[in-house]
């Protein structure tokens, strides 16, 4: 019954690949994001989705783009990885903005 | 002025003490102000939040002290155990908006 799933837990792959993460959140929030956590505990916010509408862009490479088929799964599309891609994503949801909750995190190495 | 200024950026305390994690902002329209736990190898978790409408709020152990005139809140960890060894973060939100601002973090570690 976990309230935010994310797939797969760990990916590692090479330069140059084409890889995608999977959240899905069961709480009936209308809002979800992408976190992206580098070695030092940064997080960043990446985008968010609210009602499948696409709400907050940061400066991220066009190599990641983001899709919400419906408003309780969000996915990460990552072309052409780089090393510096490397880090742990974390999906997050909430009502409204409010209250986050994160998921349990992706660990990417790009190798 | 979007920043959320956290210090220290690790702390060592011993079991039994108070820890304290300092975060500061600038902008004004900045009015929720959550407190993130998050253990090696987790996602980050809610552990408390407090409106600049109270001063002050507790929660078991946990308590977050508000002061607004200097644009400062804090989280104070009473009786600090073993367990609370995590990583801390402070957010700030202004109303409307759906975009936190996180503080860079404070690694506390709880000597037994």
């Known amino acids: 019954d976990t309230a935010v799933s994310q797939t797969p837990k760990y990916l590692v792959t090479q330069m140059g690949n084409d890889k995608s993460i999977k959240c899905e959140q069961n709480l009936g929030h209308d809002t979800m994001y992408w976190y992206k956590q580098d070695s030092k505990k940064f997080l960043k916010i990446m985008f968010s989705y609210n009602n499948k509408e696409l709400i907050i862009n940061e400066t991220v490479p066009n190599r990641f783009s983001p899709k919400s088929p419906d408003k309780a799964h969000l996915n990460l599309h990552i072309n052409s990885l780089e090393l510096g891609d490397s880090a742990v994503y974390f999906c997050?949801?909430?009502?409204?903005?409010?209250?986050?909750?994160f998921g349990p995190g992706t660990r990417l190495t790009v190798l | 002025q979007q920043q959320v200024k956290q210090s220290p950026q690790s702390l060592i305390v011993q079991k039994g003490g108070i820890s304290i994690i300092n975060c500061a902002y600038e902008n004004t329209a900045f009015d929720y102000f959550p407190w993130y736990q998050q253990f090696p190898g987790k996602g980050p978790a809610l552990l408390i939040a407090?409106?600049?409408?109270?001063s002050e709020k507790k929660e078991g152990r946990f308590t977050i002290s508000f002061n607004k005139s200097a644009k400062q809140f804090s989280l104070h960890i009473m009786d600090s155990q073993p367990g609370d060894s995590a990583t801390y973060f402070c957010?700030?939100?202004?109303?409307?908006?759906?975009?936190?601002?996180f503080g860079t973090g404070t690694r506390l570690k709880v000597l037994a």
């Open positions: 997050a949801s909430s009502w409204r903005g409010v209250w986050q909750f």
């Open positions: 957010a700030a939100q202004s109303s409307g908006t759906y975009k936190y601002i």
């Open positions: 407090i409106r600049p409408d109270v």
